[in-house]
């Protein structure tokens, strides 16, 4: 029996979701993320407007006048949303905590996904693989996605990237688009995620509180890492103490960065205290461009 709070805590994504991607994101998903190509579907009479280039000159001849070949894009994709669900997912102290707006990610992208017919599945990866959900249309399949997402609880706690890619790799047999949802608090995953990208269309969404790169002075501070439990104490009045916080934090965003620029691996950098639709919207747009 699932509890009546999820239940309106599932509906409530959804509207929140579906609305957005009735405005705005359907459209730009569909012009990026195409098919595997496209087949023949028919010949008919030139019309104005046409591109000359798709003319079957060989019908042309034969009839007398202009006939072009139209092609029907083969829309169906699979989708896979690779999500971290590790402990420090729990850390938030915006609006929404990192996990919740994973949740909230994962449903706009899945129905983005059922929407243009694509079918879309689901791993969640603490330093272990801990649930796969084969991937599947409509919008049943969906609520169940977010269903999961809501109700999961982790056995591991730390973050392992690199295994959960390896299990990608050992499920995924044909080309998919894959968004790898995390804060990339793991180490030792550039080699699978080259890996990962030769193969699939990888898409990777980092996400990160603001307290994870500047410290404002509010005094002592006792802090546990939600990964090792380690505790400690900071003294946030320091000037060069949180000059130094935000200097390391910098760095790490600058080869973060770097490293997904040098990999050629697209990226989407998302703040807990900001909205994750503009920056959605500003990649599909520079992709779109692209290709």
Same mark, same amino acid.
């Given at each position: 029996?699932i509890p009546?709070?999820?239940?309106?805590?599932i509906?409530r994504?959804?509207i929140?979701?579906?609305?957005?991607?009735?405005?705005?994101?359907?459209?730009?998903?569909?012009?990026?993320f195409?098919?595997?190509?496209?087949?023949?579907?028919?010949?008919?009479?030139?019309?104005?407007?046409?591109?000359?280039?798709?003319i079957?000159?060989?019908v042309?001849?034969?009839m007398g006048?202009?006939?072009?070949?139209?092609?029907?894009e083969?829309?169906?994709?699979?989708?896979?949303?690779v999500?971290?669900?590790?402990?420090?997912?729990?850390?938030g102290?915006?609006e929404?905590?990192?996990g919740?707006?994973?949740?909230?990610?994962?449903?706009?992208l899945?129905f983005?996904?059922i929407?243009?017919?694509?079918?879309v599945?689901?791993?969640?990866f603490?330093?272990r693989?801990?649930?796969?959900?084969?991937?599947?249309?409509?919008k049943k399949?969906?609520?169940r996605?977010?269903?999961e997402?809501?109700m999961?609880? %982790?056995?591991? /706690?730390?973050t392992?990237i690199?295994? @959960?890619?390896?299990?990608?790799g050992t *499920? =995924?047999?044909?080309?998919?688009?894959?968004?790898?949802?995390?804060?990339?608090?793991?180490?030792?995953?550039?080699?699978?995620?080259r890996?990962?990208n030769?193969?699939?269309?990888?898409?990777?969404?980092?996400?990160?509180?603001?307290?994870?790169?500047?410290m %404002?002075p509010? /005094?002592?501070?006792?802090?546990?890492? @939600?990964e090792?439990?380690?505790?400690? *104490? =900071?003294?946030?009045?320091n000037?060069g103490?949180?000059?130094?916080?935000?200097?390391?934090?910098?760095?790490?965003t600058?080869?973060?960065?770097?490293?997904?620029?040098?990999?050629k691996?697209?990226h989407?950098?998302?703040?807990?205290?900001?909205?994750?639709?503009?920056?959605?919207i500003?990649?599909f747009?520079q992709? @779109?461009q692209?290709?």
């Amino acid at each position: 029996m699932i509890p009546r709070e999820l239940i309106r805590h599932i509906r409530r994504i959804e509207i929140r979701t579906n609305r957005m991607v009735n405005d705005v994101m359907a459209g730009e998903y569909h012009s990026v993320f195409k098919g595997r190509g496209v087949e023949f579907e028919e010949v008919r009479e030139y019309q104005h407007g046409d591109d000359i280039r798709t003319i079957d000159w060989n019908v042309t001849a034969r009839m007398g006048e202009p006939f072009v070949k139209r092609y029907r894009e083969e829309r169906e994709l699979t989708v896979m949303l690779v999500v971290d669900a590790s402990s420090s997912s729990l850390f938030g102290t915006a609006e929404k905590m990192k996990g919740e707006l994973a949740v909230e990610l994962s449903a706009l992208l899945a129905f983005s996904a059922i929407k243009n017919n694509d079918r879309v599945g689901l791993i969640l990866f603490t330093d272990r693989v801990e649930k796969f959900i084969p991937p599947k249309k409509g919008k049943k399949h969906v609520l169940r996605l977010i269903r999961e997402l809501l109700m999961f609880e %982790p056995t591991g /706690g730390s973050t392992d990237i690199r295994a @959960a890619l390896e299990f990608m790799g050992t *499920i =995924l047999n044909r080309k998919s688009v894959v968004f790898l949802i995390s804060d990339f608090m793991s180490s030792d995953y550039d080699q699978a995620l080259r890996i990962a990208n030769k193969k699939h269309d990888l898409v990777t969404i980092s996400i990160t509180d603001p307290r994870e790169v500047e410290m %404002p002075p509010i /005094g002592f501070l006792e802090l546990e890492d @939600a990964e090792t439990g380690e505790i400690i *104490i =900071l003294d946030t009045y320091n000037e060069g103490f949180r000059a130094k916080f935000s200097e390391n934090a910098d760095r790490e965003t600058a080869r973060l960065k770097a490293d997904f620029k040098r990999m050629k691996i697209d990226h989407v950098p998302i703040r807990t205290d900001q909205s994750y639709i503009d920056p959605l919207i500003r990649f599909f747009q520079q992709r @779109a461009q692209r290709y």
